[in-house]
């Protein structure tokens, strides 16, 4: 089923910030990279509270200890407190990275121009899982349960709810034109934060009501790696 995005909730317009890559959210504060620098901003004031010196030039995540960065073609851990980088692993598939969720035990990496979303083991980097999408991705996030993107292009952004076994679209939002989504991550509030992907700027919206799903944990035991592999 597909509709339209709600507009957005609210917009925080980040000072002398060019563009928002990665979104993550810690349950207090929205993390985003911003390319030279990974930032935490208080979503109760608009604020930005801390902003270490890391190369961020893609998705974000937070695993409820550490924060993940992809930078390049590596994956950093970061100690959120001090910035130190405690640990880096290779990113599949080299460069190119977008969005990057933590959910299920895995990581979450969604891969622009070759339109796939890869499941990594977070301690060793070793891929689990490929799904394959028909537009480019960009914002990878977990909802109640389900896997969600965005998917980013001339054509403007959506808002895909995807079957995290085979990548199959269960539900689509369209997002408003003109409006072109990086990072996407869920508050566990029935809300999405969102990253511009021209402009310094972070959206709060609704979950998309036709597009939500009943709430469960999906089952990923006894999968295949990739499902085009048969």
């Known amino acids: 089923m597909s509709q339209d995005c709600t507009e957005a909730l609210r917009i925080?317009?980040?000072?002398?910030?060019?563009?928002?890559?990665?979104?993550?959210?810690?349950?207090?504060?929205?993390?985003?990279?911003s390319g030279s620098h990974l930032n935490a901003l208080d979503p109760g004031t608009g604020h930005i509270q801390v902003s270490h010196a890391v190369p961020a030039n893609a998705g974000t995540a937070f695993d409820g200890t550490h924060i993940y960065q992809l930078s390049g073609p590596e994956i950093l851990k970061i100690e959120p407190v001090s910035g130190e980088v405690?640990?880096?692993l290779h990113a599949p598939a080299g460069a190119g990275h977008s969005g990057m969720a933590w959910a299920e035990g895995s990581l979450w990496i969604g891969h622009y121009a070759e339109r796939r979303i890869y499941e990594v083991d977070p301690a060793s980097g070793e891929v689990r899982r490929i799904l394959s999408s028909d537009r480019?991705?960009?914002?990878?996030?977990?909802?109640?349960?389900?896997?969600?993107?965005?998917?980013?292009?001339?054509?403007?952004?959506?808002l895909r709810r995807i079957d995290p076994r085979s990548g199959a679209i269960l539900g689509k939002a369209i997002a408003p034109a003109g409006t072109h989504i990086s990072g996407i991550e869920f508050d566990g509030k029935g809300q999405f934060y969102f990253g511009f992907a021209d402009k310094g700027a972070i959206g709060l919206m609704a979950v998309p009501a036709d597009a939500a799903p009943a709430r469960h944990t999906a089952d990923l035991s006894e999968l295949?790696?990739?499902?085009d592999a048969t």
């Open 224 to 227: 295949p790696l990739d499902p």
């Open 86 to 88: 405690v640990a880096r």
């Open 136 to 158: 480019c991705v960009t914002g990878v996030s977990w909802a109640m349960g389900e896997l969600w993107h965005a998917t980013g292009g001339p054509e403007g952004s959506d």
């Open 12 to 33: 925080y317009r980040l000072e002398d910030i060019d563009v928002v890559h990665g979104v993550t959210f810690d349950g207090n504060r929205v993390w985003f990279a």
